[in-house]
């Protein structure tokens, strides 16, 4: 008992005068305006439920929301790795992927989806590069809109925004072929440098 005790303090002891060392690190520079470009892109979405080889699976859901026969109850989460093509048809050029998670948010006949994807793009000009959206969808809708956050490669510091439309829709098994009209503003390629001096 007593060696406990003494075990105890020792440790206790140990802790309290041993120096810890660490140091907030903070660097500000003076902001030079950055060239600013505005990009336009248009392409299609192809989110499957169905088959054998779905792009989106069921990761999540909650007890007893909606009905068996929904393919999107309330409050199912799917990740998604969809395929971006240059046309609606699937057997279109493959641009890209939209990877992520869609979150179903409405308890209502409206099918509201919450998304946090990344637009990744593996061909042409902006190959390595990918957006950033995170937005309420709100499926039924006719002419809606998704928020574009950010970005990475040739899109860094991107802020803009998605026109979507549903070219194709299957309520019974969820399949969907999306319409994106994308538009964003994003720095300059030229001010790759300024931007390493202004945010290092």
Known sequence: MARGILLAWIVIHSIAITSVHCRYYSQSKPYEPVKLQKTQLHFFLHDTLSGNKPTAVMVASANATGKPSEPTPFGTTFAIDDPLTEG???TSKVIGNAQGLYLSSSQDKNLTLVMYVDLGFTRGKFKGSSLSV?????????????????GRGKFRFARG???VKTNYLNITNGDAVLEYKVTVVH??????????IVFA
């Open 88 to 90: 609606p048809e699937i």
């Open 134 to 150: 995170f937005s309420r969808n709100p499926v039924t809708e006719g002419g809606r809109e998704m928020a574009v956050v950010g």
């Open 161 to 163: 925004f998605i026109k």
């Open 187 to 196: 720095p300059h390629p030229r001010s790759d440098k300024l931007l390493e």
